[in-house]
Structures are given as C-alpha cells and as structure tokens.
C-alpha cells in the first residue's frame, strides 16, 4: 500500500498560519484527488478540504476562506494552507491522496494516507 509523507505541523499561535504538505514515498506516476482530514481528542475524524483531479475544491464550514488545499501534480504533493488558526482548529491532521502506480504495464490508482501531523493552536 502506498505511504504517504506529511509535514508541516507544529505549535503556533491563534491568529497564525501554518501549511501542511503530503507527497508519496517511493516511485509513483502521479496524483489524483487530495483530502484532509482532522482528529481532534475525542472527536471523530472530519474531512476539512479536498481538492479533485479537475481541481474542484469543497470545504468544511468551520474552515471555509481560513484554509487553502492545493494539489502539484508536477511534485505529486498536496497542500493545506491554514491561515488565521483558532485553537478549534488543534488537532492531528491526515492527508489522503489517490497515488498512481505501475502496475505491470497498466497504471492503477491506490488510496494513500499519511502518518498524521500534530497542529496545535495556543498561546
């Protein structure tokens, strides 16, 4: 199964911005879709932005015009910009791309996801 890579996250204070980013390890021919998600402590995980291969993007309510998703299909990377962050936002944050790979001579699409990435929102 594909692994993803995230980084990004980190401690920051309310009102600041942080971007987080995600690209496959390994040899893949490219991206399709991107999502992320959140979890928060004791909370379900909840889908904050995704971004389609037709670069359709949709948003979570409690982030819309705060947070960016963005794909680069040249670097096989997808991004969360996060501005203005409120410590609501504070939680371990999740990337999942659909990851092309070589499968035989025909290429096949697989559900990556990353590792998690703490964002925490204090001062």
């Known amino acids: 199964q594909v692994q993803l890579v995230e980084s990004g996250g980190g401690l920051v204070q309310p009102g600041g911005s942080l971007t987080l980013s995600c690209t496959p390890s390994?040899?893949?021919?490219?991206?399709?879709?991107a999502a992320w998600y959140r979890q928060a402590p004791g909370a379900r995980r909840e889908q904050v932005a995704f971004?389609?291969?037709?670069?359709?993007?949709n948003y979570a309510d409690s982030v819309k015009g705060r947070f960016t998703i963005s794909r680069d299909t040249a670097k096989n990377t997808a991004y969360l910009q996060m501005n203005n962050l409120q410590p609501a936002d504070t939680a371990v944050y999740y990337c999942?791309?659909?990851?092309?790979?070589?499968?035989?001579?025909?290429?096949?699409?697989?559900?990556?996801w990353g590792q998690g990435t703490q964002v925490t929102v204090s001062s």
């Open positions: 390994g040899i893949v021919v490219g991206i399709t879709a």
């Open positions: 971004a389609a291969e037709s670069n359709f993007t």
């Open positions: 999942n791309i659909g990851v092309k790979v070589m499968s035989g001579s025909r290429s096949r699409v697989e559900d990556g």
